[in-house]
Antibody
Framework: QVQLQESGPGLVKPSQTLSLTCSVS??????????WNWIRQRPGEGLEWVGY???????YYNPSLKSRVTISVDTSKNQFSLKLSSVTAADTAFYYC?????????????WGQGTLVTVSS | QTVVTQEPSFSVSPGGTVTLTCGLS?????????PSWYQQTPGQAPRTLIY???IRSSGVPDRFSGSMLGNKAALTITGAQADDESDYYC?????????FGGGTKLTVL
């Protein structure tokens, strides 16, 4: 049973870069066919896909965030990470990491518990 | 930009049946979009219910079912229970990415 856990600062200043890490346990991040997603949810709003990195290293981002987002993988630590640059208050949200599988065509099979990031000076 | 549409809210009586739908602002949803469904209760992380149109995720009760209904994907809850009161989101593969619908708030009363 794969489990995910987000970690990172809960408070980020405007114009700075938000950085979060997702630790994967119970399975290898290098397993073929897996997607590693970041999803966010502004308080009181719906879910928004931020992007994913494929097991091969290919990345795909939400077009509305693409210019500010980088998702990367550290296979040695079995982790993947999110960086979102030039943040504003509109980036205040719960951020979830999640895994999916291209083999079973499920974009989001399992979820982390989420972490709240507040953008404020 | 492609918009995935869902009913903003829906109500069902305990024991009743409700069908939530997932469409596109322009065009039709087909199985090639591999629709999936997620349940989220307040304060909790989402839970995966259905993927690839109609496959239940592990541990999901069989009162939840997925299907295609005309030009939309659908999630049907048969025999609704009080703890089914949640937000429900559909997701479609569009291009190389993933798009969430706006979610449906389901009330059981």
């Amino acid at each position: 049973q794969v489990q995910l856990q987000e970690s990172g600062p809960g408070l980020v200043k405007p114009s700075q870069t938000l950085s979060l890490t997702c630790s994967v346990s119970g399975g290898s991040i290098s397993t073929g066919g897996y997607y590693w997603n970041w999803i966010r949810q502004r308080p009181g709003e719906g879910l928004e896909w931020v992007g994913y990195i494929f097991y091969s290293g290919s990345t795909y981002y939400n077009p509305s965030l693409k210019s500010r987002v980088t998702i990367s993988v550290d296979t040695s630590k079995n982790q993947f990470s999110l960086k979102l640059s030039s943040v504003t208050a509109a980036d205040t949200a719960f951020y979830y990491c999640a895994g999916g599988s291209s083999v079973t065509a499920i974009p989001i099979a399992f979820w982390g518990q989420g972490t709240l990031v507040t953008v404020s000076s | 930009q492609t918009v995935v549409t869902q009913e903003p809210s829906f109500s069902v009586s305990p024991g009743g049946t409700v069908t939530l739908t997932c469409g596109l602002s322009s065009g039709s949803v087909s199985t090639t979009y591999f629709p999936s469904w997620y349940q989220q209760t307040p304060g909790q992380a989402p839970r995966t219910l259905i993927y690839n149109t109609n496959i239940r995720s592990s541990g999901v009760p069989d009162r939840f079912s997925g299907s295609m209904l005309g030009n939309k994907a659908a999630l049907t809850i048969t025999g609704a229970q009080a703890d089914d009161e949640s937000d429900y989101y559909c997701v479609l593969y569009i291009g190389s990415g993933v798009v969430f619908g706006g979610g449906t708030k389901l009330t059981v009363l």
